[in-house]
Structures are given as C-alpha cells and as structure tokens.
C-alpha cells in the first residue's frame, strides 16, 4: 500500500532554477494539498485541487504552480526558486468521507 | 483573522499523563483534528472531533468545547515513542485546515 509519494525526498537547488515536486496518490482520493513546513511555523497551505481539472491558491502560492490533469498526480512547480523557498514540502490527499489528511513523507528543499 | 493557539513544548514523565490544549479562531467551525508528527517525519492522524465532548482512542482522548473555542488532547501512560510534535487542526466554513504551530512533547525516563 503506497498512498501518497513524493519525489525527491531532499534537494539542493540554486537560486534561479527551475525546479518541479512530484505528488501521487493511489486511493482515488478527490482532493489533494501541497503545504510547507517551516519551523516555529504551523503547515502553511500553498495550493490545492478538489478534483481533477480545478487548482486553487492557498495561504501562501507566490512563486509556485500546481496542476491537476488527472485524479492520481499534483505537481508543484517553482519556476525560479529562491532562497526563502528552502523549506519541507508535503503532499497530502483528504477522504471525502472523513476529512482526514493523508501526507506523503515530505520533500526537504533548500535554495542556495 | 483566523488563529490556532497551542503551546510550543512541554515535557513529561514515562508513565504519567499529559494534557495539550488547543484554542481556535475560525470562520465557521467544521471540526477539529489532532495530528502527530514524529521528527523528520509525516503528520500521522491521530482524531477527529466536530461535537462536544470527550473522544477516547486507546491511551489517546480528544475533547471538544465548541462554545469555548478549546480542545485538548490527553495521553495516558506516556511512552517514550510519545515524544513528537502535536498539532491541531480546525476545518472552517470552506472546509479549508486552519493549523497550529505544533507542541513538541518531550518525554523524559
């Protein structure tokens, strides 16, 4: 049983560099969240996805892109990252029965 | 504004038991979620609560006050694998996550 993958686990990346976050999810689920964790600091939402075909912006989406072409892949995007972009990313899916978040190991990132 | 406030760190004994709380301020209220996180790791769900009272999973409860804004999350005889961040979550009226910071528990011997 897979669940949510990401992809890199970790990556160093220069400033400027195009870079894109690989989600997929193998329980069918509707919705999908791309969040960042940064200490002392709560999951902030980035982007999201209720169903296939639909993104929308989250708390914090400057500097990122996300979408949605299917139900089982969201990717986001940074088109040129930049230092205070370091941070750890994590994909999650939510059952539409009972709201509760599934979360992909995360993916530590960090801007040179 | 919307805010989730839960305490950064406690510490506590093998065996004993430890409260979290938690106190939110959300545009609308669809439910509350308790999540760990063990360092390094993924947040694991650990409950849901969307009516008062007292929710009781194993060593793990959840309580709800909707009129009081507050839950807390009760961990009896306390494990050293216990020792993660706890974060809480509130589901507003767009059934959007508003999150907390996270309190780290410590476990000590």
């Known amino acids: 049983i897979a669940g949510i993958t990401q992809a890199p686990t970790s990556q160093i990346l220069a400033a400027g560099r195009r870079m894109t976050l690989r989600c997929t999810q193998d329980?069918?689920?509707?919705?999908m969240y791309w969040y960042r964790q940064d200490l002392g600091l709560g999951l902030r939402l980035i982007h999201y996805?209720?169903?296939?075909?639909?993104?929308g912006k989250g708390e914090v989406p400057d500097g990122y892109s996300v979408s949605r072409a299917n139900t089982d892949d969201f990717p986001l995007t940074l088109a040129s990252a930049v230092p205070s972009q370091t941070s750890v990313y994590f994909c999650?899916?939510?059952?539409?029965?009972?709201?509760?978040?599934?979360f992909g190991e995360g993916s530590r990132l960090t801007v040179l | 504004g919307q805010n989730i406030d839960q305490p950064t760190e406690m510490t506590a004994t093998e065996g004993a038991i430890v409260q979290i709380n938690c106190t939110y301020q959300?545009?609308?209220?669809?439910?509350l979620f308790w999540y760990q996180q063990h360092a390094g790791e993924a947040p694991t769900f650990l409950s849901y609560?969307?009516l008062d009272g007292l929710e009781e999973k194993g060593r793990f409860s959840s309580f709800l006050s909707r009129s009081k804004g507050y839950s807390y999350l009760l961990l009896k005889e306390l494990q050293m694998k216990d020792s993660a961040s706890y974060l809480c979550?509130?589901?507003?009226?767009?059934?959007?996550?508003?999150w907390g910071a996270g309190t780290k528990l410590i476990i000590k011997p």
């Open positions: 999650a899916s939510s059952d539409s029965r009972t709201g509760e978040l599934f």
């Open positions: 959300t545009s609308g209220f669809n439910g």
């Open positions: 609560n969307v």
């Open positions: 996805s209720n169903t296939a075909g639909t993104t």
């Open positions: 329980m069918r689920h509707n919705a």
């Open positions: 979550a509130a589901l507003d009226s767009n059934y959007q996550l508003i």
